[in-house]
């Protein structure tokens, strides 16, 4: 049972352009929301949150999108740039004072030159 | 800045044998997990724990086990390593609730094989 779901194993953007990476979650009780990155052979690091009470989250080029009604969120990177080609992770936790997060599949991000 | 370590990055085991994985972390965090990272599954949380000598299970904890002696340090064990936990092994910690009062910090991972 996949409760944090990111449909597209893998997406390829041209340096410059936008990349739009999306995720769904099913559980009601979800109230936190992050995005890391991870390099091969590397830990996932941190990137961008956002909370329930927002639908909006920015930080430099990245800006994280919240649509609570629809259980969905998306992660925008502008402009894409190289050095950003990873594999990104959408994660959840609920409020339920456990501080577990629960992690997508993973999307690869591949931005070309 | 934070430091995770896990203690093995490539580990080839034979199947039966025990295989201990150590991380350590230098910040005093109070939690600490373990995950296991399979294509196409993600992140998997394996075990957790909030505090020396406790101990949560996740959502995959058959097949391992869990030791928190020190505050700094938290070992996943596979009592009889099998074929299917060959995997990336990722250890994180965090300060407070992850994601909220703090960001989980993760390792760099331990590649393990078992033939």
């Known amino acids: 049972d996949q409760q944090v779901k990111q449909n597209s194993p893998s997406l390829s953007v041209q340096e410059g352009r936008i990349s739009i990476l999306n995720c769904d979650y099913t559980?009601?009780?979800?109230?936190?929301f992050l995005w890391y990155k991870k390099y091969p052979a590397e830990g996932p690091t941190f990137l961008i949150s956002?909370?329930?009470?927002?639908d909006k989250n920015e930080d430099g080029r990245f800006t994280v999108f919240l649509n609570k009604s629809a259980k969905h969120l998306s992660l925008h990177i502008v402009p894409s740039q190289p050095g950003d080609s990873a594999v990104y992770f959408c994660?959840?936790?609920?409020?339920?004072?456990?501080?577990?997060?629960?992690f997508g599949q993973g999307t690869t991000l591949q931005v070309k030159p | 800045d934070v430091k995770v370590t896990q203690s093995s990055r490539y580990l080839v085991k034979r199947t039966g044998e025990k295989v201990f994985l150590e991380c350590v972390q230098d910040?005093?965090?109070?939690?600490m997990f373990w995950y296991r990272q399979d294509p196409g599954l993600g992140l998997r949380l394996i075990y957790f724990?909030?505090?020396?000598?406790?101990?949560e299970k996740g959502d995959i904890p058959e097949g391992y086990s869990v030791s928190r002696e020190k505050k700094e340090r938290f070992s996943l064990i596979l009592e009889s390593a099998s074929t299917n936990q060959t995997s990336m092994y990722l250890c994180?910690?965090?300060?407070?609730?992850?994601?909220?009062?703090?960001?989980?910090?993760f390792g760099e991972g331990s590649r393990l094989t078992v033939l």
């Open positions: 724990s909030y505090d020396v000598k406790m101990k």
């Open positions: 994660a959840a936790t609920p409020f339920d004072n456990t501080g577990k997060l629960i």
């Open positions: 956002i909370s329930s009470i927002k």
């Open positions: 910040m005093d965090h109070e939690n």
């Open positions: 994180a910690s965090s300060y407070g609730l992850a994601g909220r009062a703090g960001e989980l910090f």
């Open positions: 559980n009601s009780m979800f109230d936190y």
